[in-house]
C-alpha cells in the first residue's frame, strides 16, 4: 500500500505510541485487503462497548489505548451492556456495572460521542451520500450503505476506532464503486405485515457475501433499518440496492448472475419457524433501536388500553430519540421500561431471563447465541396485543 | 503448530496459553513464548482482544506464522504486539521446530530443517506412465515407486538435470517435454524437498534401468494409488496429467 509522507511520520511512531498503533492497524487491513492507499473518512461508528461483549481483556486494551490515542473525526459508540441511569431496574449487577463504566471512561478519554446506539444516523451521525465512512456494526453499515449512499466497509471494533484515529481508512471493498454492483437479484412478491424483518433473514441467508438487488414492496426508511440489520445478522452482507414499484432502477442487469424469488409463503414459513412459544420472560423491541416514529406508532396504539402484565417489557432507544419523544415515553412507560444506552443483545439478559420475545430478525440470530434464550418471533402488533389488554 | 484454523477465543487459554479446541492435533500444547504457526483463524472479532488478553498475562506467542492472514488475527497480533508474517506454506512445518521469523523480509527459517532441490520426471508412452522401484543401494526411499529422479547439482538448470537422469537412470536420451509445473515441497522428517515436476513423452517404451533400481512398470495414471510411492508423488502425477 502507498502512504503519503505525513502517513509515514504517523508509522514511524512520530506522533506517538498510540496513532502509530491505529496506522499499523489500517496498513495491515490494507495490505489483507489489497488496498492501494488510505483515504479521508468523514465520521466513524464503532462497536465493542458492551462488557459482555468485549470483556476483561477489552476493557484493558482500550484503557491503554486511551493513554496515548485520540479520535480525529466524528466518532460515535455502540451501545452498552445497560441502561447508565437504570441498570439495578435491568437486574445488572454492581460489579458489570463497575467494568462496563470502565469501559465508558475509556472510550469518553479517546474523545468517541458518548451516543451508545447502533442507530447514528438517527442520533447525530447522519452520513451524505457519497461520503466515506468508517462503520462498524452491521445493521448501521448496511443502512449507511443502501439508504444513505455513504461508503463503508463493514468493520471490526478495533479497524473503526483505529479508523477514527487516523481519520483515514484502507480503499477496498465497498468504498470502490466496482464492488457496490449487486450480483443476485432477489424479487420479493409481497410481505406480510410485520415480517419485513423476516425478508431480510432471509434475504441474508440467500445473498452470503454478495451485494443483492432486491425488488419488493415499498418500505419506510424505518422498514428498511429492521429489514437490513436481520439481513446483516443472517448474512455477510453489508449493502443491497432496493427498487420498488414505480421507481426506475439503476441496476446493470448484466452483471446480475442469479435470480431468485422469494415468494409470501416463504416468509410465512420463515415466522413459523421461529415463532417459538408464547411463554415470556421478557419482551422486547428495538432492535434496532426505536426510531421516533416508531415511538409514536407504538404510543399512538397503546394509549387507550391497560397494561397485561404477563412479562417484562423493554423499549429500546437511543437517548436523544428518548429525549425528542416525552410523552410516548411517558405512555410506553406504564407498560414496560423505556431503556437508553442499550438492547437485548448485548445487556447481560441471561441473568434475568430465559425467554424473550422480539419483531426483530436480527434479534432471532443473537438472543439464542449470545444470550442464551429461547426465542420467539412475534411481528410488532401481534407483540403490542400481547402486553396491552 | 496447528493444521487446523485457529480462534483465540475460547481456542486458546489465555491463563496458561494452552491450545483448547479439541479439534486440534496441538491440544494441550502452550503457544506461549512459541513461534505459532497456523493456516488462518476463524471466529468472533473478540478473539483479537482475547491475543491482547494473553499478552498482558505474559503467555503470547513470540511470533504468528499464517498461510493467509484474516483481518482477526493480523488486528489481534498489532495491538498485542505480536510480529506476524503470512504467506508461508505452513503445511511444512512441525510441532518442535527450530523457527527463526524475521518480520522485515516475511521469511520463516526452520533451523532443523534442509531444503533439498530435485527433479521428479514422468515418462510417459502409450498413455501409460513409467514407475521405477528404488533399489536397495540408494540412500532414501528403498524399495518405494518413483518417477526418474535425482539431485539437481549446484547451478544446473532443472531441465537439464531432468534430462540427465532419465539418460542415467534409464537410457531415455531423446524424449519430448510436454509439461512443467511449479515446483511442489513436501516436508520428510527434517528436509523438506523441493520437487521440480516434469511430464515427458517417449516413443518408444524400451528402458534400460541402473543400480538405482530394481525394477520398472509401465502403469496407468489411474492404478499409481496401489503402488508405495515416495512421498508427494501421486499429488505430482495429478496435477502434471490433470
Known amino acids: 500500500m502507498h502512504l503519503s509522507a505525513p502517513e509515514e511520520r504517523i508509522l514511524a511512531g512520530e506522533e506517538g505510541p498510540g496513532r502509530q498503533k491505529a496506522m499499523e492497524l489500517l496498513v495491515a487491513l490494507g495490505d489483507i485487503y489489497g488496498a492501494k492507499r488510505l483515504i479521508p473518512i468523514s465520521s466513524a461508528q464503532i462497536s465493542g462497548a458492551s462488557f459482555k461483549t468485549i470483556g476483561d481483556a477489552g476493557i484493558l486494551f482500550l484503557e491503554d489505548f486511551s493513554k496515548t490515542a485520540k479520535v480525529s473525526v466524528h466518532a460515535s459508540l455502540n451501545p452498552l451492556g445497560l441502561d447508565l441511569r437504570h ?9 458489570f456495572h463497575e467494568k462496563q463504566s470502565r469501559i465508558v471512561r475509556a472510550y469518553s478519554t479517546l474523545g468517541v460521542e458518548p451516543s451508545y446506539t447502533c442507530t447514528p444516523y438517527l442520533a447525530g451521525n447522519r452520513p451524505r ?35 477514527a484515529i487516523i481519520g483515514k481508512t484502507a480503499e477496498y471493498g465497498l468504498h470502490l464503486d466496482e464492488n457496490r454492483r449487486p450480483r443476485v437479484r432477489i424479487d420479493i412478491e409481497s410481505i406480510p405485515e410485520g415480517l419485513g424483518p423476516l425478508a431480510g433473514y432471509v434475504v441474508g441467508r440467500i445473498a452470503g457475501k454478495r451485494v443483492p438487488y432486491i425488488c419488493g414492496p415499498h418500505l419506510t426508511a424505518d422498514e428498511h433499518k429492521s429489514f437490513g440489520a ?3 445478522a443472517t448474512g455477510a452482507v453489508s449493502m443491497y440496492a432496493y427498487s420498488e414499484p414505480g421507481r426506475k432502477d439503476r441496476v446493470n442487469k448484466l452483471e446480475i448472475e442469479e435470480e431468485i424469488s422469494l415468494p409470501a409463503s416463504e416468509l410465512r414459513e420463515c415466522s413459523e419457524s421461529l415463532a417459538g412459544d408464547s411463554e415470556w ?7 434496532p433501536h426505536c426510531s421516533s416514529a416508531e415511538l409514536r406508532g407504538m404510543a399512538r396504539y397503546l394509549k387507550i388500553r391497560k397494561p397485561a402484565r404477563k412479562s ?11 429525549a425528542r419523544c416525552p410523552n410516548e ?12 444506552d442499550t438492547c437485548m443483545v448485548v445487556a447481560p439478559i441471561e441473568k434475568k431471563y430465559r ?16 444470550g442464551g434464550q429461547r426465542a420467539s418471533f412475534r411481528p410488532t402488533n401481534m407483540l403490542l396485543e400481547a402486553i396491552s389488554r | 503448530m496447528c493444521s487446523c484454523p485457529v480462534s483465540f477465543l475460547g481456542g486458546v487459554d489465555p491463563a496458561n496459553g494452552k491450545i483448547l479446541d479439541i479439534d486440534c492435533e496441538s491440544r ?62 505452513v503445511s511444512l512445518v512441525r510441532t518442535g521446530d527450530s523457527a527463526v521469523v524475521d518480520g522485515d523480509s516475511g521469511a520463516l527459517e526452520l533451523r532443523n530443517v534442509t531444503e533439498r532441490h530435485v527433479v521428479t520426471s514422468i515418462v510417459r508412452s502409450k498413455g501409460r506412465i513409467l514407475l521405477l522401484r528404488r533399489s536397495s543401494k540408494v540412500g532414501s526411499y528403498r524399495g518405494q515407486w518413483a518417477g526418474v529422479s535425482g539431485y539437481i547439482e549446484h547451478d544446473e538448470p532443472d531441465e537439464n538435470a531432468a534430462r540427465r537422469e532419465m539418460a542415467e537412470e534409464v537410457g531415455l536420451e531423446v524424449a519430448k517435454l510436454v509439461r512443467r509445473i511449479q515446483p511442489e515441497m513436501f516436508r520428510d522428517v527434517d528436509i523438506v524437498w523441493c520437487v521440480h515436476p516434469f511430464l515427458f513423452e517417449a516413443k518408444d517404451p524400451k528402458v534400460r534401468i541402473d543400480w538405482e533400481h530394481q525394477s520398472y512398470e509401465w502403469v496407468s495414471p489411474k492404478d499409481v494409488a496401489a503402488y508405495p510411492t515416495v512421498p508427494g508423488l501421486q499429488q505430482v502425477i495429478s496435477k502434471l496429467l490433470p
Open chain 1, 129 to 163: 451520500r457519497g461520503e466515506h465512512i468508517a462503520w462498524a456494526e452491521s445493521s448501521a453499515t448496511v443502512f449507511a450503505n443502501s439508504c444513505l449512499g455513504a461508503m463503508t466497509n463493514r468493520e471490526g471494533g478495533p479497524s473503526a476506532l483505529a479508523a
Open chain 1, 355 to 370: 425467554s424473550t420475545a422480539s419483531d426483530s430478525g436480527k434479534a432471532m440470530v443473537y438472543l439464542p447465541t449470545l
Open chain 1, 312 to 322: 417484562d417489557v423493554w423499549f429500546c432507544t437511543s437517548r436523544k430519540v428518548y
Open chain 1, 87 to 95: 441498570w439495578k431496574s435491568m437486574g445488572v449487577d454492581a460489579s
Open chain 1, 329 to 340: 415515553v411517558a405512555i410506553l412507560k406504564r407498560f414496560g421500561r423505556v431503556l437508553c
Open chain 1, 230 to 232: 436481520a439481513m446483516a
Open chain 1, 281 to 287: 420472560d421478557l419482551v422486547a423491541i428495538g432492535c
Open chain 2, 28 to 89: 494441550g500444547l502452550s503457544v506461549a513464548d512459541k513461534v505459532f504457526c497456523f493456516p488462518f483463524g476463524k471466529g468472533s472479532t473478540v478473539g483479537s482482544y482475547a491475543m491482547y488478553q494473553l499478552r498482558l498475562n505474559r503467555m503470547a506467542p513470540c511470533a504468528i506464522v499464517n498461510g493467509s492472514a484474516e483481518p482477526i488475527i493480523a488486528t489481534g497480533a498489532i495491538i498485542a504486539d505480536i510480529p506476524m508474517i503470512d504467506g508461508v506454506n
